[in-house]
């Protein structure tokens, strides 16, 4: 039996368009409040986010050095 057939790519297609719309909605709710203010969420996930990327940037650029030969 096949895994790829009309029902479940049909599945599949409504369940990318239902995500994305709960998603962008989401993300609505999370960028601005009524006030016109970015939210304290989307500032400490942006800042946890940077430095995630950071200290792994830097972790994989100890790890391309070669060590020292004594």
Sequence with gaps: ??????RNAALGW????????VAAR???SVVRTDE???KKKLF???LAALGAGLFFWRRRDDD???????
């Design 1 to 6: 039996m096949s895994i790829f057939n009309r």
């Design 14 to 21: 409504l369940t990318w368009v239902v995500g994305k719309r």
């Design 26 to 28: 989401k993300a609505r």
């Design 36 to 38: 016109g203010r970015p």
């Design 44 to 46: 400490v996930g942006t």
């Design 64 to 70: 391309e050095q070669p060590p020292d030969a004594a």
